[in-house]
């Protein structure tokens, strides 16, 4: 049970109060009251009182202490989706009314990584092709989490379908080697990935969807390359293949530094990077979703 005092933290038969659901939302993700009340700007044992109150209005225990951290109990998890859900919903009619003058289009949130926001979505952007300008950056493996958190509309990236959301593919982006024609003399056009073995690789180290689609050719090649360096940023990783030879290994990004960019391929088989849009069913503006997402089908054109 949740160690908090016994005071209502709302009025006896008004409900619960979309505040109250705020803090246990916080709560339940920062595994702490304090944490929670910091974030929320409230004072720790106020939150703690309220929590308790909610526990008493539901029947049930929501936490239990494993520590020094909250952790949910069965009924928790349950009762977290449908908090979650009304938090969203309530998000969604403010923003609705506060932005009832603009185009629908307009108020949708994309989450996306951030080079999926440098190199797909900002050309969109820039020339009018995209309703929506509001990007939320997120890793390619927590945007799926930011749509079912709620802080998005829409996500889009390089996830795999998990059942949660509705989802349609965009299309595919084909891995590249970037390397030196001084120094790695292949012809211009496609390389297998066998020739990758015994080379040097640079590769940034976010872009994990890339290696392991890499990672799973060269084992089926038997290919094994001399070495991986992995950098922070796609141009990092271009500067350090520029000054060293090594072969830099991309999905997407134009050559610079005096590199060339060549498609890999495995068995002839073009190595790419799906690319997905995500949304929910039943989205309050699912007209305005549609025609974001009939704007993001020509990414790829």
């Known amino acids: 049970m949740y160690a908090g005092s016994n005071v209502a933290g709302r009025r006896e038969g008004n409900g619960v109060e979309l ?14 009251a304090t944490a929670a009340a910091r974030e929320q700007l409230v004072a720790q044992p106020s939150i703690s009182r309220q929590i308790r109150a909610l526990e008493k209005e539901l029947g049930t225990d929501l936490f239990h202490r494993d520590g020094y951290h909250l952790v949910l109990t069965r009924a928790g998890n349950e009762f977290l989706v449908l908090a ?10 403010r923003e609705a009314m506060t932005c009832r003058e603009l185009p629908p289009e307009s108020r949708l949130v994309i989450a996306c990584p951030p080079e999926t926001a440098r ?17 939320q950056i997120a890793r390619a493996d927590r945007i799926l989490d930011e749509l079912d958190a709620g802080h998005c509309d829409i996500a889009v990236g390089p996830a795999s379908p998990d059942g949660r959301f509705e989802h349609r593919q ?11 024609p001084a120094t790695v003399p292949w012809e211009p056009g496609p390389v297998e990935v066998a020739g990758l073995a015994g080379r040097q690789l640079v590769r940034v180290e976010s872009y994990r969807g890339i290696r392991k689609v890499l990672d799973r050719a060269l084992a089926e090649d038997g290919s094994q390359p001399g070495g991986v360096e992995e950098v ?18 991309l999905c997407g990004e134009a050559p610079q530094f005096g590199l060339r960019a060549h498609e890999l391929r495995s068995g002839g088989r073009r190595l790419k990077m799906d690319f997905h849009a995500y949304w929910r069913t039943g989205h ?8 974001v997402l009939r704007q993001l089908a020509g990414i790829f054109s």
């Open 170 to 180: 965009l299309g595919a982006v084909p891995l590249t080697a970037q390397v030196l």
């Open 119 to 135: 190199y797909l979505l900002a050309p969109m952007i820039a020339c009018g092709r995209l309703g929506t300008s509001r990007i």
């Open 84 to 93: 979650r859900d009304i938090l969203r919903r309530a998000d969604q009619a």
């Open 19 to 32: 505040r109250v659901l705020r803090y246990f939302e916080a709560i339940a993700r920062l595994g702490s």
């Open 284 to 291: 309050f503006q699912v007209g305005a979703v549609q025609a």
């Open 232 to 249: 922070p940023l796609p141009e990092i990783a271009q500067a350090v293949a520029a000054n060293s030879g090594r072969v830099c290994i």
